[in-house]
């Protein structure tokens, strides 16, 4: 699975970034995704994924009612929308393929995404006055 994510940047506290996930080589309407972060020295955390299932999203706990997820399967394309930015979403973000029994332990409990090998560029994310 290969993907490109952009929308990454530096912005003050309480600001908006609009991440977006384009994938290649395969139609995302048939997967999981979800969206994960990775700070300095720590693995992989959840943030946000969403499902096959028409609908269906997760968030952990941190960024539910600022994080939004969706997809947009015309453009093969999944968007994550932060506001409120804090400090402590300050992260590489990456987007990855979620096995569906995965989901709620991966993207609301933020379990660690150890067995995912296919890790792309991320998109860079800075919060700060």
């Known amino acids: 699975f290969h993907f490109v994510e952009t929308g990454g940047n530096s912005v003050q506290p309480g600001g908006s970034l609009r991440l977006s996930c384009q994938a290649s080589?395969?139609?995302?309407?048939?997967?999981?995704i979800g969206w994960f972060r990775q700070a300095p020295g720590k693995e992989h955390e959840g943030v946000s994924c969403?499902?096959?299932?028409?609908?269906?999203?997760y968030y952990t706990n941190s960024v539910k009612g600022r994080f939004t997820i969706s997809r947009d399967n015309d453009k093969n394309t999944i968007y994550l929308q932060m506001n409120s930015l804090r400090p402590e979403d300050a992260a590489i973000y990456f987007c990855a393929v979620v096995p569906h029994h995965r989901l709620w332990r991966l993207c609301e409990l933020s379990d660690p995404y150890y067995e995912y090998a296919d890790w792309g560029q991320g998109t860079q994310v800075s919060v700060s006055s």
């Open positions: 969403i499902s096959t299932d028409p609908g269906t999203t």
């Open positions: 080589g395969f139609a995302l309407d048939y997967y999981n």
